[in-house]
């Protein structure tokens, strides 16, 4: 008995000891910073897009990143569906016709491929025609699609091990799943200056919240140069959130009827057990038990 005491004891020593060295590990190389979490409107269990901030994102999305970032998994069409931005219809087609990147369509009556004008149910395109042409012209580094950015990044949990168990729990209870937007307005807010000790690589920039601190892509909004809106109004912060919001949307764009459906399906299913409870006790209620 003692011995196999004193075994599981050492097994989980052992095991503490690895979590606690890991938890080192993790917080050097630049992973593992603490990011804030943000409010957002399609947060938690019930929260749902808002359509004039996804209207402001996309603003922000085709005047800076879509200089280098293509969209290729959202049509044009998704501008005006339920759920998203909400565009007027024809606002969105006169959008794809004046969009700069063009599609290539064919091949036509002698066999070419041709360019075309985008339609509405065409993708959003960027602006090189492949990887290769993208990298050469940054320096090497690919600007990625961001379609699904927002799903592809999460934040770090970054508190003491002990207390991990405990902030998963609170997540669950939460429904939080906004690391993928918390994490892409960290990032268009976490631009610096290099700390004296950082030596970095030719043509890279500095981020507090990038993994390593260096990356390729050029601040793209910054204190001083930032997109103002049609009201006159706007920040760095607010065009970070509002294209964080928008590129969650491109990301998950079925998550306000996703959430609709969960609610109504709970309610169907608390229903459905009081009339069955009510039927099970009628049933019984004439036979002697
Ligand atoms: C001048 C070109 C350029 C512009 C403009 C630009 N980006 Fe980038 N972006 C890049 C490059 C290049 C990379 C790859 C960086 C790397 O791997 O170091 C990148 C990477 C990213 C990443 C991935 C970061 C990661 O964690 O891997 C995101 C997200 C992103 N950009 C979002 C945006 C958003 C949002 C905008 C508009 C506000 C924008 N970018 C504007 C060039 C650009």
Redesign the pocket.
């Known amino acids: 008995m003692i011995r196999i005491l004193t075994g599981s004891l050492a097994a989980l020593t052992l095991a503490l000891g690895l979590a606690v060295t890991n938890a080192n590990a993790a917080s050097e190389g630049g992973h593992g910073v603490h990011i804030d979490r943000q409010t957002w409107t399609f947060g938690g269990f019930t929260g749902q897009y808002d359509p004039a901030q996804l209207q402001r994102g996309f603003q ?2 085709k005047e ?2 879509s ?3 293509g969209l290729k998994r959202v049509r044009f069409r998704n501008l005006f569906e339920p759920g998203g931005p909400e565009f007027p219809e024809d606002a969105v087609k006169a959008l794809a016709h004046d969009w700069p990147n063009k599609i290539v369509d064919g091949p036509d009556d002698e066999g070419k491929m041709f360019e075309r004008e985008p339609k509405a149910f065409d993708p959003i395109l960027g602006p090189f025609k492949n990887d290769k042409e993208a990298r050469s012209a ?2 090497g ?4 699609d ?1 379609s699904l ?1 927002v799903k592809a ?1 999460n934040v770090e949990y970054t508190g003491s091990w002990w207390a991990h168990p405990f902030s998963m729990l609170r997540d669950i209870a939460t429904g939080y799943q906004e690391g993928g937007a918390d ?2 307005y960290a ?2 807010i976490g631009y610096a200056e290099a700390p004296a000790d950082v030596k970095l690589a030719e043509g ?1 920039h500095y981020n507090a919240v ?2 390593g601190h ?5 601040q ?2 910054a204190k001083d140069n930032f997109i103002t809106y049609q009201d006159g109004k706007g920040s760095l912060e607010q ?2 959130a509002d ?2 919001a928008f ?1 969650a949307w491109a990301a998950d764009p079925h998550l306000n009827s996703r959430k609709g459906i969960g609610w109504l399906v709970m309610l169907y299913l608390v229903v459905t057990t009081g009339l069955l409870y009510a039927g099970k006790r009628l049933l019984w209620s004439k036979i002697p038990h």
């Open positions: 922000i999305y800076v990143c200089a280098c970032h940054q320096n580094a690919l600007p990625p961001l950015v990044r994490y892409l990032l268009l890279m990038f993994p260096q990356i390729a892509m050029p793209p909004l065009n970070a294209v964080s590129l």
